[in-house]
């Protein structure tokens, strides 16, 4: 009678390795218009909104500036996991700009351009 014992895949991950998951609060600031567009897009495909701004930051930002038709900007916050929170700062750092900024940007990029995930 052979005896099995279970082998560790490759595709193990040592729990020493993995990211930050607690939850970190993050205030967001957007343009209005893009967040009816992601609350629109939220409430139609049962997405939490927490994780479109995740998604959206572990995209990276828009390279460019971006355009709206209206000037007004709407704040509110959201749990995202704390790495996603030391990604922002890195990236806010990296670019030289606020961290609001820096998430609006990453969150514009998925919204209000073609290639974005939640362009519609």
Known sequence: MA???PTIS?????PADEKDLEPKK???????SLKKKMMEYSELHFIPLSAIVAYSILQGPYEGLPIYEDKETVQFFTN???YIGEQVKEGAIEHNIREHFYTSLCIYKQ?????GRFFE
């Open 10 to 14: 490759k595709n193990y991950v040592d």
């Open 80 to 82: 995202v996991p704390a």
């Open 26 to 32: 993050l205030m967001v600031q957007v343009n209005e």
């Open 3 to 5: 005896i099995w014992f």
């Open 111 to 115: 919204f209000m351009v073609p290639e």
